[in-house]
């Protein structure tokens, strides 16, 4: 079993559809989770951080994290085709910075 | 602020030769990780540094090697080079925080640099 596990999709949304972005994972030791979202050919790109449980919003974006569950989620609101990505959760311990990812979801938003 | 940046993007290696990537981290940043991403495996930690010492060691084998420098450039080496490590090699850079203390911190990537070994 993986320490984190993500659908690495395809998914596929209308522009303007609600996407949903998911993440489990095994390690209860993890405190602090991050998304990013990476374009093909290019870096990741950090889009969310938060620390331990709890939601978190940035403009269209909102991150949850449900610790007794070990999962997380992304939500993005009135997709964009500009959201087409491949999205990357992450988490890591308090004490440094060895993030553990996620397969990556690849996203699709069609106009 | 100018963001990480990564030399060179592009490189094409043959079995047994060795590689050096290079990483400028965001001004200010003395933390610098390196990580691994293939299709297979995802992203991978290697290794970070922190004030040109090794703070973090990831799961790979030794030929895998870091450095720092006092401008908190870093340089990552993979000598004898095998089919298996052609990847895209990522640089990440935070302020680091304090040593010993909780990292409370975020990185940020820099492009990669995809290497190709034939």
């Known amino acids: 079993q993986k320490e984190v596990e993500q659908d690495p999709g395809p998914l596929s949304v209308p522009e303007g559809a609600i996407v949903s972005l998911n993440c489990t994972y095994s390690?209860?030791?993890?405190?602090?989770f991050m998304w990013y979202r990476q374009y093909s050919r290019k870096g990741p790109e950090l889009l969310m951080y938060t620390y331990s449980s709890g939601n978190k919003e940035d403009g269209r974006f909102t991150a949850q994290v449900d610790k007794s569950s070990k999962y997380i989620s992304l939500f993005i609101r009135d997709s964009q085709p500009s959201d087409s990505a491949t999205y990357l959760c992450a988490m890591r311990l308090s004490n440094n910075n060895d993030m553990r990812f996620g397969a990556g979801t690849r996203l699709t938003v069609k106009p | 602020k100018a963001g990480v940046t990564q030399t060179p993007r592009y490189l094409i290696k043959t079995r047994g030769q060795q590689v050096t990537l290079s990483c400028s981290p965001i001004?200010?940043?003395?933390?610098v990780s390196w990580y691994q991403q293939t299709p297979g495996q995802g992203l991978q930690f290697l290794f970070e540094?922190?004030?040109?010492?090794?703070?973090n060691k990831g799961n790979f084998p030794g030929r895998f090697s870091g450095r720092q420098f006092s401008n908190s450039r870093s340089e990552m080496n993979v000598s004898t080079l095998e089919l298996g490590d052609s990847a895209l090699y990522l640089c990440a850079s935070s302020p680091g925080g304090l040593a010993g203390g909780p990292r409370t911190d975020t990185q940020y990537f820099g492009p990669g640099t995809r290497l190709t070994v034939l």
């Open positions: 390690n209860s030791a993890f405190q602090y």
């Open positions: 001004s200010g940043h003395r933390s």
């Open positions: 540094y922190f004030s040109e010492t090794q703070r």
